[in-house]
């Protein structure tokens, strides 16, 4: 066996386990999945739909599905953009070399990521409570006259919703963030002073554009995350009030695992790969707005 052949056979012999282990732990079960997506009925007595792809047109009539696609939307569209911007503009602040104390206020930003999403979806429940911190502050304040169920009224529990959902992940993407603009030489910034550029065209002509594959990435991760939002609306509001507020894995968990004690997995099933074709459609655009390469 020649030089070249031998390291292609090397090669080979590193990636077949991993391959295999992927196809069977990861690709197999997807299979599996789509299967079941087809099929009906309990568990233990799955039979295939009639007609086949049942499954798929009952959620376009699925009006608690389709309240809890639009809900899934509207935090992605409110809060993905907030967070980032945010997340960005924490960066640049805590990236300036003559900051005091960065690592302690970096840690505090990124603190919120430490806790559990059980924990802090309960620690905003208790302050938005009806008898809660916040409703103390804002009528000892005057601002409200008595104490307002934030988690009663569907407008006010989706905004709670999102105010949670950017206090606990912009420190997370402010990390990415940090990392990125650690790597840009600080050359680059005194030369732009040096040709007279402000800090706001600093900040749109250089740090962006430097830091637009981790803007990228960021953006996929965030647009993954908050189309499967779960803990967020099981332990804030539970999905109400009246599935206003509920999310499109909260709906599937619901069919999964019988809310009422009735499962039918080939219908959530189906609503799974409804999500997964979401995402990787969301993916792929924003890879193509971002990719400017000719």
């Known amino acids: 066996m020649t030089l070249l052949g031998k390291q292609s056979a090397a090669g080979w012999a590193f990636l077949t386990p991993a391959t295999i282990l992927i ?6 079960p997807m299979i599996q999945a789509f299967i079941m997506s087809l099929q009906t009925g309990s568990s233990a007595n799955m039979q295939w739909n009639d007609p086949i792809f049942n499954n798929y047109t009952r959620m376009f009539a699925d009006k608690v599905f389709m309240t809890s696609v639009g809900n899934t939307f509207l935090y992605l569209i ?22 005091r104390f960065k690592g302690f206020f970096r840690t505090c930003v990124f603190l919120p990521c430490a806790t ?15 008898d ?54 600080y050359s680059v910034y005194e030369a732009a002073k040096i040709d ?47 599935n206003s507020t509920i999310t499109m894995s909260h709906y599937i968990y ?21 999500v997964f074709v979401l995402v990787a459609v969301l993916a792929f655009i924003n890879m193509k707005v971002g990719d400017t390469r000719d």
């Open 23 to 28: 196809a069977i732990m990861a690709f197999w």
């Open 78 to 99: 409110i809060q993905v953009p907030i967070m980032l911007i945010l997340a960005i503009l924490l960066a640049q602040l805590l990236n300036n070399q003559h900051l």
């Open 132 to 185: 809660g911190l916040v409703n103390a502050v804002l009528v000892h304040l005057g601002i409200l006259q008595e104490n307002y169920n934030f988690l009663g009224n569907s407008a006010s529990a989706k905004a709670v919703i999102i105010l949670a959902l950017i206090w606990r992940w912009t420190g997370y993407n402010m990390v990415f963030y940090l990392a990125g603009l650690q790597n840009i030489e």
């Open 116 to 130: 559990s999403l059980v924990s802090y979806a309960l620690i905003f429940k208790s302050l938005f409570a009806t």
């Open 254 to 274: 619901n069919n999964s695992f019988g809310a009422g004690g009735v499962s039918n997995f080939g219908y959530a099933t189906a609503m799974c790969f409804f």
């Open 196 to 242: 007279g550029a402000n800090g706001w065209k600093t900040f749109w002509r250089i740090t962006v554009p430097l830091l637009k594959p981790t803007i990228i990435m960021t953006f996929i991760m965030s647009i993954n995350g908050t189309l499967q939002l779960f803990d967020e609306s099981v332990n804030l509001t539970n999905g109400g009030p009246a």
